[in-house]
């Protein structure tokens, strides 16, 4: 249920594009689409993480100036804006308040050393940065129609390339062990060590 409210905005998004050849009243459709999806997750009690909040407000901001304006570069800056904005809050988290929000996020599941933990900050900060610079790339380069197939197949695709990536350098550096892998309640699943900290 919680994967379906997660793309059924970006999804709709793409359909009614697709089907109507029309930008804005994809666009229209999207703003729909996160409305329902943030009133569905306080419906259901779920906790609203900040990346939907960023993703809500840069679409109903720059969504609502596309309709506005009748100008779909606003829309095709949205990808852009939002991923920038996580790799600032990630950044920013560190830099200024030596929180590493990424612990916050897994530090139930994974016990790991501060470096590895900043290691993970920066390398998702890039990955964000990154996005957003080839999310402009796509908007201006290639036809709508590739843009917005990007938006969809060409995210996802990357959002799980990284999270392989991720995984491979959790491997790699062995943080993929019983002493670092935790259960749910927080406690390590054996007390016996395996492995160390690379």
Do not use: C
Request: hydrophobic share 55%; glycine share 8%.
């Amino acid at each position: 249920m919680q994967q379906l409210l997660d793309y059924i905005a970006i999804l709709a998004f793409v359909v009614v594009y697709f089907v109507t050849r029309d930008i804005f009243i994809a666009t229209g459709v999207l703003l729909v689409g996160v409305t329902i999806q943030v009133a569905a997750y306080w419906l259901l009690k779920k906790p609203i993480g900040n990346e939907l909040k960023i993703t809500f407000w840069a679409s109903m901001v720059l969504g609502g100036m596309t309709l506005v304006l009748r100008d779909e570069t606003f829309i095709q800056w949205k990808p852009s804006i939002v991923n920038w904005l996580l790799a600032l809050i990630l950044v920013g988290a560190h830099l200024y308040k030596r929180i590493y929000l990424i612990k916050a996020m897994l530090g139930k599941a994974l016990s790991l050393p501060d470096s590895a933990w900043f290691t993970l900050t920066y390398g998702w900060a890039g990955a964000f940065a990154f996005v957003g610079v080839l999310n402009l790339w796509v908007a201006y380069e290639f036809s709508m129609d590739t843009w917005v197939t990007f938006k969809f197949v060409g995210l996802l695709a990357l959002n799980f390339l990284f999270i392989l990536m991720t995984f491979g350098y959790l491997g790699i550096k062995g943080f993929l062990t019983d002493k670092h892998l935790l259960d749910p309640d927080g406690d390590k699943k054996t007390t016996e060590p395996a492995g160390g900290d690379a």
